[in-house]
């Protein structure tokens, strides 16, 4: 896409693929999202849009993509990439920051489709992100965020040797939550980064869209 040079950009490992979606397979992605994607009962973004009701993760799932595109500018940016495997859509990892070029620290998310989640997928995913920050745009730091009860994301993030970096307590539908930040440096990243290689395609078309 001529105007969006974002929609060049792929991030491949061995069994998936990260890109950003078509409309398509957007309205795809949204259905992955209608089917489940955290167990009954649980709460695991700040935003409570995964325990709503399914026709609502659906469209909470297109608009925050349409949000993140419009809103886009390189000193304030939301990668929200669709995952892929073998053609099917999965999940979507995010990469974002604000003010990257002064700060050089980004910050990742992830979500998988419950039918998906337990195959090793979401270390994959984390790694493709952490690739793209560190390898493709040079970060300083990447930041992960976790529920104290979401032990799938603190698990993926202790493979990649992040270290705690505090606890918080946020509200979500009137109910306090600890959130556990954690973080790994560039020079951490190194030791981990052929645990799962990762080939990124068509950054350099769209480098200056991130700093």
């Not at 792929?10 to 979606?21: D, F, H, I, S, Y």
Request: charged share 20%; glycine share 8%.
């Amino acid at each position: 896409m001529r105007h969006w040079p974002l929609t060049a950009l792929q991030l491949t490992t061995a069994e998936l693929v990260l890109r950003l979606p078509s409309d398509g397979e957007l309205d795809s992605l949204a259905q992955v999202a209608a089917d489940g994607v955290v167990p009954d009962g649980a709460v695991y973004f700040p935003q409570p849009w995964a325990s709503a009701p399914p026709a609502e993760r659906a469209r909470s799932v297109l608009q925050n993509h349409w949000w993140a595109r419009g809103d886009w500018t390189s000193e304030n940016w939301r990668l929200l990439l669709a995952v892929f495997r073998d053609g099917q859509v999965i999940g979507q990892q995010n990469l974002s920051a604000r003010d990257f070029a002064t700060t050089g620290e980004a910050r990742t998310g992830f979500w998988l489709g419950r039918r998906f989640q337990g195959q090793g997928f979401g270390t994959q995913m984390r790694a493709a992100a952490l690739a793209l920050a560190f390898d493709g745009l040079g970060a300083a730091r990447v930041t992960s965020t976790a529920f104290a009860d979401n032990a799938a994301s603190r698990a993926v993030s202790r493979k990649f040797g992040y270290r705690p970096n505090g606890v918080h307590r946020i509200a979500v539908d009137g109910h306090p939550h600890d959130v556990h930040e954690e973080v790994i440096e560039a020079a951490d990243w190194q030791r981990y980064t052929n645990v799962v290689p990762v080939e990124i395609t068509g950054l350099p078309t769209c480098i200056d869209c991130f700093c």
